[in-house]
């Protein structure tokens, strides 16, 4: 973590809690947020709460997510959800090239770069996920990968002002329980930020590059404490306030230099 930028602790529910159990559980992150003060929490539930959920965080610093969007602003595209229509009913932010997306559906390089520039033009933030499979980690070839991931969209980011999030995800660590150590993290989250600083020292300045992959209370600290982790993108453990919090608190402590 480093003085010059907030910690961001965000929340990825994937296909959970899209109903009234989604609106009770941003009612308790809403709770969180005046606990957990220097941090910037967001939150990404389902689709079908993000409107309801705005109306509910209307006036509170907590963020509001969505976890895709479709590159085109409208049109006959059946199934899809805009840029547009995502600010509209109350998005801050979008999650874009998440591994389940890269994995399940197709999104490939290309695609990613084309919603983080849809994102970024209608005033969305992405976070934008990159991460390397288990078999990419073993044959040596992460640090390949993930670059050439992040490449895919470096001049977009580059070009805009916006205080984008990069998540680095490594897919073997995604809901296993298995997480990268603090060195293995930051040692890519080290690399991104030389990326980032080559292409200028202001964008690797505003850039808040997140660590996901079962992070827990119990591992928040360690992950958070390493020098370009600025945060964290959390699955199965912000289905929970308690434990999403108590990593917000982590994250705050670490930032207060407690
Ligand atoms: P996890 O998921 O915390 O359940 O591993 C992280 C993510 O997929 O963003």
């Not at 329980?177 to 040692?187: D, F, L």
């Not at 200028?200 to 590059?209: P, V």
Request: charged fraction near 20%; proline fraction near 5%.
């Amino acid at each position: 973590m480093h003085p010059k930028r907030r910690p961001l602790i965000a929340g990825n529910w994937k296909m959970f809690k899209g109903g009234p159990a989604g609106l009770e559980l941003a009612g308790a992150c809403k709770e969180l947020a005046p606990k957990v003060r220097g941090v910037d929490l967001v939150i990404a539930p389902p689709f079908t709460v993000l409107a309801a959920a705005a109306a509910d965080l209307d006036g509170t610093t907590v963020g509001l997510a969505a976890q895709n969007l479709y590159p085109k602003d409208s049109g006959a595209f059946t199934g899809e959800i805009s840029a547009p229509m995502l600010k509209e009913c109350g998005c801050a932010w979008v999650i874009v090239g998440h591994s389940e997306r890269r994995q399940y559906f197709g999104d490939t390089d290309a695609l990613v770069a084309d919603k983080v520039a849809a994102a970024l033009s209608h005033d969305l933030l992405p976070i934008a996920c990159v991460g390397e499979t288990l078999a990419q980690r073993e044959g040596g070839e992460t640090l390949r990968v993930v670059k050439q991931q992040v490449e895919a969209f470096l001049d977009v980011i580059a070009q805009s002002k916006a205080a984008v999030a990069i998540a680095y995800e490594p897919v073997w660590a995604i809901g296993t329980g298995k997480t990268a150590g603090p060195a293995e993290a930051e040692e890519v989250h080290a690399a991104i930020r030389t990326w980032l600083s080559n292409k200028s020292a202001e964008l690797a300045e505003r850039t808040r590059i997140l660590y996901g992959g079962s992070v827990k209370p119990d591992n928040a600290e360690g992950l958070l404490g390493c020098p370009n982790v600025d945060g964290a993108l959390i699955g199965g453990a912000s289905l929970d306030a308690g434990s999403f919090g108590a990593i917000a608190e982590a994250a705050q402590k670490l930032a207060q230099g407690k």
